[in-house]
């Protein structure tokens, strides 16, 4: 069965850094695109970025440019997202997803459970 | 900045049609744009209906379809069920590798 199994819910202060996780399984890892979609309590999902695990070719939303960083530890099928000094504005849902196709950029068809993050002091 | 619109509401009868649309602020939405649709309900992780346009995922019944109409991309529920209230999501893919969620339908069966 084709699975992005995420990372358990955080709760961090402001100003402290965090790393979630997203694994794949069922699925040649490196061959598929994973992106990353937040949704913001009451909120809409916003697409953020994706990478491609193969190389970690990394595009981001201009809205996220410079605020997240997207990385990939391919050897455990694992992407991450990660943010170096977090805002009470970071609060939201997270999900990574997986395109429907190899190689394509478009059209997620798997999707992970989701992690909570609570930035709050 | 790339404008993804659609209806912010619907309403549908039960066992009825509706039609939501996904446009563009500053274009006209093609198949370039490979169109995809979710559903979700509170609480839950989205679910992919349709993807490049037309295409079913796995599992989703055919009363889904996807389509372009005019110069937005659709989504067409035939049937519509109680469960089907939901909140709804296009995605436009833009380039680049970049795609853009547009702000959602809230569709209310009754």
């Known amino acids: 069965e084709v699975q992005l199994v995420q990372s358990g819910a955080e709760v961090k202060k402001p100003g402290e850094s965090l790393k979630i996780s997203c694994k794949g399984s069922g699925y040649r890892f490196t061959s598929y695109w994973i992106a990353w979609v937040r949704q913001t309590p009451g909120k809409g999902l916003e697409w953020m970025g994706i990478i491609y695990p193969g190389d970690s070719d990394t595009r981001y939303s201009p809205s996220f440019q410079g605020q997240v960083t997207i990385s990939v530890d391919k050897s455990i099928s694992t992407a991450h997202l990660q943010w170096s000094s977090l805002k009470a504005s970071d609060t939201a849902m997270y999900y990574c997803?997986?395109?429907?196709?190899?190689?394509?950029?478009?059209?997620?068809?798997?999707w992970g459970q989701g992690t909570t993050v609570t930035v709050s002091s | 900045q790339t404008v993804v619109t659609q209806e912010p509401s619907f309403s549908v009868s039960p066992g009825g049609t509706v039609t939501l649309t996904c446009g563009l602020s500053s274009d006209s939405v093609s198949t370039s744009y490979y169109p995809s649709w979710y559903q979700q309900t509170p609480g839950q992780a989205p679910r992919t209906l349709i993807y490049?346009?037309?295409t079913r995922s796995s599992g989703v019944p055919d009363r889904f379809s996807g389509s372009i109409l005019g110069n937005k991309a659709a989504l067409t529920i035939t049937g519509a069920q109680a469960d089907d209230e939901s909140d709804y999501y296009c995605v436009l893919y833009m380039g680049g590798g970049i795609s853009v969620f547009g702000g959602g339908t809230r569709l209310t069966v009754l």
């Open positions: 997803a997986r395109p429907a196709t190899v190689g394509g950029y478009y059209g997620m068809d798997v």
């Open positions: 490049n346009t037309n």
